[in-house]
């Protein structure tokens, strides 16, 4: 059984960093796609950023981009999303999720596992 694990968040303050680590074990086979999708407070899910296998294939939402960074290893066992000068909008439970294939995906819809996902929390 596949399971996704997300670890490294918390709280920090305005313009700081945080890196969350994605974890994947029993990792199905083929190439795998590691997005990420955050859920602020009140609101829907909404799409963060994903890494294909292929070598600097990323996508992000526009508030993100620039600001926010997601990696991942070949094997698609272990990503990290690097958030660096943080927002208080930024505030969110965190979810990584997997996808088999080579295509990078913005719908949540299009992921097949799933974390339990972690709390951010960006304030003063």
């Known amino acids: 059984q596949v399971q996704v694990t997300e670890s490294g968040g918390g709280w920090v303050q305005p313009g700081g960093s945080l890196r969350l680590s994605c974890s994947v074990s029993n990792h199905p086979k083929g190439p795998s796609t590691m997005g990420w999708f955050r859920q602020p407070p009140g609101k829907e899910r909404e799409f963060v950023g994903a890494?294909?296998?292929?070598?600097?294939?990323?996508v992000y939402r526009d508030s993100v981009k620039g600001r926010f960074t997601v990696t991942g290893d070949i094997a698609g066992a272990i990503g990290y999303l690097q958030m660096n000068s943080l927002k208080p909008e930024d505030t969110a439970v965190y979810y990584c999720a997997l996808r088999r294939g080579m295509l990078l995906k913005k719908n949540a819809d299009d992921y097949d596992y799933w974390g339990q996902g972690i709390p951010v929390t960006v304030s003063s």
């Open positions: 890494v294909s296998p292929e070598p600097g294939h990323t």
